[in-house]
């Protein structure tokens, strides 16, 4: 069976790791970085390209892997944009975390011109994506979905369809609101435990041996309680997902006093310049603001 030709957009701390799954797949794999300089590690992997057009021109499948719309909007539709190499039929999957919105428009202009498109975030750090075991959210055609599920299953344990095009980023909100909200509960119980004389690798063992137990007690509390604030997934990127999370409550009336919250905590922890700490670094925010 001949292997799909990818072309693959974006390789930061996630894109990165997932685009050498697929080499190491045995996909036939072309990249292509802003910065051009983050290409060097694919030298006689992969096929290197410095203009999106170029990375598009003969591949089955597109996939993006950017910071958000606007810039899944420029490599996709700017003016050396991928639908200017890309053939009729070329499939779009767009893992980056966009607003619903953003991926129905771009799912309809791309319709227009000939392409398929899907709206695939994941779920996971980056050890998920180094290890293959992210979750993946898909909104979008049930048909294309099926024809591309080899790719996707090579890049997660766990890859859901959740229906038309939208509902993967949709999902995607859902999944990080629960996150966010959640990290903020863990740094608020991690302060409480440690101003009142607790060992926080003790109080660890306990929230991962009862009802709480999930990767993100084990890993952000891990982080929080050694004070490694080292980036698996920024607190830029989580106050993005926050104003976009945001904009859904909104839209569909949802009372979120919760969320309200913890958008503030992320914008005042990322005004005073922790964006590009991991997002578990709110620990030290919460626990400045306990020690006023």
């Given at each position: 069976?001949?292997?799909?030709?990818?072309?693959?957009?974006?390789?930061?701390?996630m894109?990165?790791?997932?685009?050498?799954?697929?080499?190491?797949?045995?996909?036939?794999?072309?990249?292509?970085n802003?910065t051009?300089?983050?290409?060097?590690?694919?030298?006689?992997?992969a096929?290197?390209?410095?203009?999106?057009?170029?990375?598009?021109?003969?591949?089955?499948?597109?996939?993006?892997?950017?910071?958000?719309?606007?810039?899944?909007?420029?490599?996709?539709?700017?003016?050396?944009?991928?639908?200017?190499?890309?053939?009729?039929?070329t499939?779009?999957?767009?893992?980056?975390?966009?607003?619903?919105?953003?991926?129905?428009?771009?799912?309809?202009?791309?319709?227009?011109?000939?392409?398929?498109?899907?709206?695939?975030?994941?779920?996971?750090?980056?050890?998920?994506?180094?290890?293959?075991?992210?979750?993946?959210?898909?909104?979008?055609?049930?048909?294309?979905?099926?024809?591309?599920?080899?790719i996707?299953?090579?890049?997660g344990?766990?890859?859901?369809?959740?229906?038309?095009?939208?509902?993967?980023?949709?999902?995607?909100?859902?999944?990080?609101?629960?996150?966010?909200?959640?990290?903020?509960?863990?740094?608020?119980?991690?302060v409480?435990?440690?101003?009142?004389?607790?060992?926080?690798?003790s109080?660890?063992?306990?929230?991962?041996?009862?009802a709480?137990?999930?990767?993100?007690?084990?890993?952000?509390?891990?982080?929080?309680?050694?004070?490694?604030?080292?980036?698996?997934?920024?607190?830029?990127?989580?106050?993005?997902?926050?104003?976009?999370?945001?904009?859904a409550?909104?839209?569909?009336?949802?009372?979120?006093?919760?969320?309200?919250?913890?958008?503030?905590?992320?914008?005042?922890?990322?005004?005073k310049?922790?964006?590009?700490?991991?997002?578990?670094?709110?620990f030290?925010?919460?626990?400045?603001?306990?020690?006023?």
């Amino acid at each position: 069976m001949k292997m799909k030709r990818i072309g693959f957009i974006g390789l930061g701390l996630m894109g990165k790791p997932m685009a050498f799954n697929l080499i190491k797949k045995g996909y036939e794999l072309g990249v292509y970085n802003r910065t051009h300089e983050k290409t060097k590690d694919f030298q006689g992997k992969a096929e290197i390209f410095k203009k999106p057009s170029e990375v598009a021109k003969n591949r089955d499948v597109v996939i993006t892997m950017v910071r958000d719309h606007r810039a899944v909007e420029e490599v996709i539709f700017g003016e050396e944009g991928c639908i200017y190499g890309a053939s009729e039929g070329t499939t779009f999957i767009d893992m980056s975390t966009i607003s619903p919105e953003a991926s129905k428009d771009i799912a309809e202009r791309l319709k227009k011109k000939g392409f398929h498109f899907l709206d695939a975030p994941v779920s996971g750090s980056t050890w998920a994506a180094e290890s293959g075991t992210l979750a993946i959210m898909v909104g979008g055609e049930r048909e294309i979905f099926e024809k591309q599920k080899d790719i996707l299953q090579t890049l997660g344990s766990k890859v859901v369809y959740m229906g038309e095009s939208g509902m993967g980023s949709l999902m995607k909100l859902v999944n990080n609101l629960v996150g966010a909200c959640w990290t903020v509960s863990l740094a608020e119980a991690l302060v409480l435990a440690k101003k009142g004389g607790l060992n926080l690798e003790s109080v660890l063992e306990v929230l991962s041996a009862g009802a709480y137990k999930s990767p993100l007690v084990e890993i952000k509390g891990g982080k929080m309680a050694k004070g490694d604030f080292s980036t698996q997934f920024s607190l830029d990127l989580m106050y993005k997902d926050l104003l976009y999370i945001s904009d859904a409550l909104e839209k569909y009336g949802v009372f979120s006093p919760v969320t309200s919250v913890v958008k503030e905590i992320f914008k005042s922890s990322f005004e005073k310049g922790m964006g590009n700490l991991d997002y578990s670094s709110i620990f030290e925010t919460i626990e400045k603001m306990s020690n006023r």
